[in-house]
Every structure is written in C-alpha cells, then in structure tokens.
C-alpha cells in the first residue's frame, strides 16, 4: 500500500505505463478495430487498457476497489466509500481513428469527490495531475491559478473544426471569438484548467468516470465544472447525467447554466 505520500507519483506512473501500451497497441488493427454502442466508440484497446490500469491501481492498494467503464459489474454494485474510478481510454473514436486526442485516467474518489487524480495524453506527452488542497500539475509544473475570464471573453473549446450545436448557441450568444478544437472531454477540461481555452460546454451524455479527474484539476486551479443545469457532479448513484460546463471563472459557468435554464 502506498502512503498519501506516494500516491501522486504511483498514480502517475500507472497512467503513463499505461498510455505508452495504448501508443504501442495502436500500430495493431485489431486493438483498433470495435463497434458503436449507442454514440460510444468501444475498441479492443478499450479492454485491454482496462486491465493494464486496473492492475496497476489495485497493486497501489489493493484495498480499494475500482470502477470502470469496462468493467459492468462494478457499475452494478453499490458505490465503495473509497474507490479508483478509472477511464481506459477516454476518446476511444480518436484513438482508433488515427487522432491525438485520447486520455488515459484515473480519479480517486472518497466520501463522493475525487481526493487524487491522473490524466496522461500519450501522443503529446502531456500528464495532469492533482491532490485535492495540493493544487494540479502539468508535467509535474504547477498549474496557476485560473484568472477570470467573464463570458465572452478567452477562448471555447470543442472537438470539431468550428463550435457547433449548443457550443455554437454559447459561443454567438456570448460574443466568444476565440475558439480552440480539441479531442476528448477530459482532454477539453485540461485545456481549461491550464489556460489554454476558459470555456467548455457540451449536451450529451457524460459520465463520472469522463470527469471526475480533470474537475479536480480544474477545481485545484479555482474553476468550476457542473452539470449542464449548474449542479454539481454528485458521484453518488447513477453515473450518467445531461452535460456539463467547463470554466475557467466559476461566474462565467454559472452565467451559462443560467442562461441555458433560465
């Protein structure tokens, strides 16, 4: 069992040991290869990340158990107190379709909040990391403070060439005129968290295991992540829920909410 001590740099190296077999496993056709499940891409990657990651997290502390989009039996279950809430690879469709922007993560989650958090971008190297009340790192660099950025202002991020749907809705309404595609959601919110972009808004399904690692990162660095409506994340019963919004200036994120549902 590691220490709180160790937990940071055990979660890191478990993520990046993991994402340098996703790069490796991507030259194989078969670990690309899936289906569609509803709007999910579902690869053998998928799989097999699963069980690279889980391991690594168990041999942390076996003690705690851990929930995984690839694991349905742990989704059944009633929620531990304490447990890994783990996504193999988020943006499954980037990584099988030859694109950069796909995680690996991991979220400790206690008492229904990430206390620890990993997230690894294999193609750009690029890995986050917090403790909550330590702040977050990029590259083991503190990330600063996120400074306000009232609506319209700094840059919207989504995952298509220019916004689109209700990114394009928030994005003419509040006058954006910067804007930065991305890939996938956790990918998005590190964006927000490290300065890069300040907005991110999306209405489809997302899951905890989506967002419970980068809205650490994002909440260490003083922004804000809540459900489309402008609830929070509650990671207590069902896991799915209507999408989220993404600040870097938490009055900016209520200002959206408010708008939407106003």
């Given amino acids: 069992m590691s220490t709180p001590e160790d937990l940071p740099g055990a979660m890191a190296a478990a993520v990046r040991e993991v994402g340098a077999l ?4 991507r030259s194989d056709a078969a670990a690309r290869e899936g289906v569609w499940e509803g709007g ?3 690869a053998r990657a998928d799989s097999l ?3 690279a990651l889980a391991e690594r997290l168990t041999a942390i502390d076996a003690a705690v158990s851990v929930v995984s989009e690839e694991d349905p039996e742990s989704l059944e279950r009633e929620r531990p107190s304490r447990y890994w809430l783990i996504d193999p690879i988020d943006g499954t469709a980037s990584y099988a379709h030859g694109f950069p922007g796909y995680v690996t993560q991991a979220a400790l989650v206690t008492d229904g909040r990430p206390e620890a958090a990993a997230v690894y971008a294999p193609e750009t190297d690029e890995l986050y990391t917090a403790v909550r009340g330590k702040g977050a790192l990029r590259n083991a660099r ?3 403070v996120c400074d306000p950025a009232p609506p319209g202002a700094g840059v919207l991020t989504d995952n298509t060439p220019e916004p689109h749907g209700i990114a394009r809705e928030v994005y003419e309404h509040f006058g954006y005129r910067g804007y ?3 890939g996938s959601i956790s990918l998005k919110l590190c964006r927000v968290a490290e300065g890069t972009a300040h907005l991110f ?5 997302v899951r905890d295991w989506d967002v419970a690692a980068p809205a650490l990162l994002l909440e260490e660095v003083g922004g804000l992540l ?3 409506d402008g609830t929070g994340f509650p990671y207590r019963g069902g896991y799915e829920h209507t999408g989220l919004i ?6 900016t994120g209520r200002a959206v909410a408010a708008w939407l549902f106003g």
């Fill in 40 to 42: 999910q891409f579902k």
């Fill in 180 to 182: 930065l595609e991305s």
């Fill in 246 to 251: 993404g600040a870097a200036d938490p009055a």
């Fill in 49 to 51: 990340a699963h069980r």
């Fill in 22 to 25: 996703l790069r490796r496993w």
């Fill in 201 to 205: 808004v999306k209405d489809v399904p």
């Fill in 226 to 228: 809540t459900r489309l």
């Fill in 142 to 144: 503190p990330l600063p």
